[in-house]
């Protein structure tokens, strides 16, 4: 990357800085103790990871809706472990989880100081699929709102990553050329590959250690971005 002279750098928010695995569980552990105590949390999200990756792969290609979305990652998952409930506490659940989610805001090791590394040499941004409203509670209440000169979220941009015109519109809020930008993020197919596809350079946080193309610029922890950037 040092061949190329990078000016922005945007991030993922959701598992790449924002600790989602660990918040989440944290907040269903809250809801699940005050409302359905004989649901164990780790059997529950047991199930529910790959339920909910699987439904936003959905969302992401506008598969399913904003709201199906939030009901069936729930119901599919309460199925899985043989738990009777209503739709209407089911409905509940999704509004209170929605709520309490950005109560949680464990961020990835090395968050803050490579923030304030980069923030020293480049403008920073996110680019996110997550719902407007939440990304801002969690970027304000797990305070590294003052890092970032834009946030792009998809409902502000119409579309989702990995299309391109998310990555468009965030480089025109960003005032941001595609050839001097970088995008850092957990997902191979949205952040990566869609920021591939749109112009940008890329790198991949692969903080699970999965097997990628030889190709692919990646780091296992966040302060590795230093040997990019």
Request: net charge negative; hydrophobic share 35%; proline share 2%.
């Amino acid at each position: 990357m040092k061949h190329t002279i990078i000016k922005d750098v945007f991030f993922d928010l959701d598992h790449t800085l924002w600790d989602f695995d660990r918040n989440s569980e944290l907040t269903f552990d809250t809801i699940f103790n005050k409302n359905h105590p004989t649901i164990e949390t780790k059997e529950f999200i047991e199930k529910y990871v790959p339920i909910n990756q699987a439904c936003w792969k959905l969302y992401q290609y506008d598969k399913i809706t904003h709201a199906e979305l939030r009901y069936n990652r729930l119901k599919h998952s309460f199925d899985a472990i043989n738990y009777t409930i209503s739709d209407q506490q089911i409905e509940d659940i999704a509004q209170e989880y929605i709520q309490r989610l950005p109560e949680n805001n464990h961020l990835f090791d090395g968050t803050f100081e490579v923030l304030e590394y980069l923030n020293q040499k480049y403008k920073l941004h996110i680019i996110t699929n997550g719902f407007a409203e939440v990304q801002f509670k969690k970027i304000s209440n797990s305070n590294i709102g003052s890092y970032f000169q834009t946030i792009t979220n998809s409902e502000m941009a119409g579309v989702k990553k990995p299309n391109p015109i998310i990555f468009e519109y965030a480089l025109d809020l960003a005032k941001a050329k595609k050839e001097s930008s970088v995008m850092i993020g957990d997902c191979i197919e949205a952040d990566v590959q869609g920021a591939l596809n749109a112009g940008l350079d890329a790198i991949f946080f692969n903080e699970s250690n999965v097997d990628v193309e030889q190709n692919i610029k990646q780091v296992n922890h966040l302060l590795e971005l230093k040997k990019y950037l």
